[in-house]
């Protein structure tokens, strides 16, 4: 008796241990590596609300004004991949309803320019590349990590200079999402820098110019995070930067303030949108692709494997329905 197995039982077998292999593959090699910082970004993201701002033209404070708040975020192609790391370059303004209908940052309320680097797989900060203003730190910042957990993090403070501590309140949706919500603040006012100003703004009336101290406190950050992705889905913050005279601890000129800056609810669906493709993508290539190649692989195999021995079984002269041919 000659044993022989159909080209077709090979096949299956052979399909099937290829989907076997592939499986663990794709949750442990592929879908890691798919976990990478964007390096081609170009994400502008929008906060309003109403507050507080100095006016230099009238110099005086201004209360109950709109406020608007522009982050423009930009990915330096070139230079990610010269560094193998992921660099963006960031545009922030801060406008009042004049300034806003300018269009023109150079003549926003406040501007400023960021260049912010991270380690694309674990979005820790990278010191190199020209970074701005200075060192960043901590966990997040324009966004948090990839696979966030449900425990506290660090979040960079850029008007602050250092990093503030998060803690974890539960999930919150968001135009209809889920994401994970962390909350922290700067209650007590800290110096950030100086600028000088005329003395009589700061009721240093027999003095021209003085250095007056800035400080800043922020009463309330409220953030929301995509659990897979790291994304932004939501935030809220509620800054306070005032002016004192040196070595004075009394408030004497509020440049900012606020209760409540937010997400506008065309940028929450914007993160949304980004955040449910993003996550959808990952989740294909870490657990559907895997467990669907697992499955079918297993059912191949199996097949394959008792097709070749009950074909192995077979008189060399008998077709497949086993007659004498």
């Not at 922020?218 to 932004?232: F, K, L, P, S």
Request: include cysteine; aromatic fraction near 8%.
């Amino acid at each position: 008796m000659r044993r022989s197995c159909s080209p077709l039982s090979l096949v299956l077998l052979g399909l099937g241990v290829f989907l076997l292999v592939l499986a663990p593959m794709l949750a442990w090699y592929v879908e890691p590596r798919a976990q990478r910082t964007p390096i081609d970004i170009d994400s502008t993201t929008v906060l309003a609300g109403t507050g507080s701002y100095f006016d230099q033209q009238e110099v005086a404070t201004k209360d109950d004004q709109k406020l608007t708040v522009t982050r423009r975020v930009l990915g330096n192609v070139s230079e990610s991949e010269k560094h193998g790391v992921a660099v963006w370059d960031v545009s922030q303004t801060i406008d009042n309803p004049k300034t806003l209908k300018l269009a023109d940052p150079r003549k926003s309320f406040q501007w400023t320019t960021e260049r912010w680097v991270t380690d694309r797989e674990t979005n820790r900060p990278v010191h190199c590349c020209g970074e701005t203003p200075k060192r960043f730190g901590g966990d997040a910042y324009l966004k948090f990590p990839f696979g966030m957990e449900e425990r506290g993090y660090t979040w960079w403070d850029a008007t602050l200079g250092d990093t503030v501590p998060l803690s974890y309140k539960g999930r919150q949706k968001v135009a209809g999402y889920e994401g994970l919500r962390y909350t922290g603040s700067v209650k007590d006012q800290v110096k950030v820098g100086s600028r000088q100003v005329p003395g009589v703004l700061v009721d240093e009336k027999d003095r021209g110019q003085v250095n007056a101290e800035e400080w800043y406190s922020n009463a309330g950050i409220d953030i929301t995070v995509d659990e897979r992705t790291g994304r932004i889905l939501r935030v809220s913050i509620a800054p306070k930067v005032v002016l004192r005279a040196p070595g004075k601890d009394e408030d004497k000129v509020t440049l900012l303030q606020s209760d409540k800056l937010e997400f506008t609810g065309k940028t929450q669906r914007e993160q949304v949108d980004l955040a449910r493709t993003d996550s959808d993508r990952l989740k294909l290539v870490g657990e559907t692709a895997p467990v669907g190649s697992a499955a079918a692989g297993g059912l191949l195999a199996i097949g394959g494997g008792f097709l070749v021995v009950r074909g192995r079984n077979r008189p060399a002269g008998q077709g497949a329905a086993g007659s004498a041919t």
